[in-house]
């Protein structure tokens, strides 16, 4: 029963994020799988749902060879149990979603598919579990087998569609690591203004930044150890490059607010703005220009 209610549950949670992840809410910001619980919830099924056949393959063997065991009350409790959880998950699915309709709030095409995931899901496990409580099971053991079958076959499935999504160990490591360049060049930007404010000019060199008092180091690329590019390209301005294993997939990355783009469009100049580290895969360049109104120079 443990390792039925954590798959079940590893299960309708890795539904929910790839819902989450087709359709995502306006309201909220895009979800990144290779940061969320995708990859757990995949590790959980990938053992607990074999976990779980091979414990009720070795059930019905025992009960097979003794069918005393059938009926002893533990079992029958556990069912019991699970009926009880199943019928009220139903229940509850069923009022957030009339409720929902009631009180005028949009039913988005995300919240109809977790509502349908959670009454299927629940739903089979009641019904099938219903049928093993009235002996259905024990009468037709080759219909159970295909149940099995077919509860693998609906989770390999989502396994597998989880890999097009948060794709191989190897492509979340390249991930892992370009967010690592993208902190790291937010953090030299941030260490170049603040170079700025305190000597009203840029560095040369990153190598100008190293302050062991205040503990500003200079970090390098974490995969190949090389030092990022930098290049002060006007009294204001200056350009940070590294090299990126993958598009960013569309997602933009943000930090506090240090530096403005140097192309500003017209008219909404000074109105405050995320940067944006969105990148190519492949060797890119951030241009930064300084707004010396917004980050004016320390007084001595």
């Known amino acids: ?107 988005t095409t995300g919240f109809l598919l977790k509502v349908l995931v959670v009454l299927l899901v629940a739903g089979a496990v009641f019904l099938h579990f219903l049928a093993d409580l009235r002996g259905y099971w024990k009468q037709k053991p080759d219909k159970a087998k295909l149940v099995g079958f077919g509860a693998g076959a609906a989770v390999l499935a989502a396994i597998i569609a989880g890999f097009f999504i948060v794709g191989t160990p190897q492509d979340a490591r390249a991930m892992r690591l370009d967010n690592q360049r993208v902190s790291d060049l937010q953090n030299i930007q941030w260490q170049v203004v603040s170079y700025w404010q305190q000597k009203e000019q840029l560095p040369q060199s990153l190598e100008e930044l190293y302050d062991p008092i205040s503990g500003s180091i200079i970090q390098n690329d974490p995969q190949t150890g090389a030092v990022y590019e930098y290049r002060a390209s006007g009294a204001l301005a200056f350009e940070l490059c590294a090299t990126f294993a993958r598009e960013g997939q569309g997602m933009n990355y943000y930090a506090p607010r240090i530096a403005i783009p140097a192309a500003t469009p017209e008219g909404i100049k000074g109105v405050p703005e995320q940067d944006s580290w969105q990148h190519a895969a492949g060797r890119q360049c951030f241009e930064r220009t300084i707004d010396p109104d917004r980050y004016p120079p320390f007084k001595n």
């Open 1 to 107: 029963m443990v390792s039925l209610y954590a798959s079940v549950f590893s299960f309708v949670w890795l539904l929910f994020s790839y819902i989450d992840y087709a359709f995502p809410n306006v309201l909220e910001y895009r979800p990144d799988p290779y940061a969320g619980g995708m990859p757990y919830q995949m590790a959980s099924l990938i053992v607990l749902v074999p976990v779980f056949l091979v414990l009720m393959r070795i059930i019905r063997r025992t009960i097979a060879s003794d069918p005393t065991r059938y009926d002893i009350w533990i079992r029958r409790w556990a069912l019991f149990l699970t009926l009880f959880a199943a019928g009220v998950t139903v229940a509850i699915d069923l009022i957030v979603l009339i409720h929902k309709f009631l009180s005028g709030q949009e039913l």
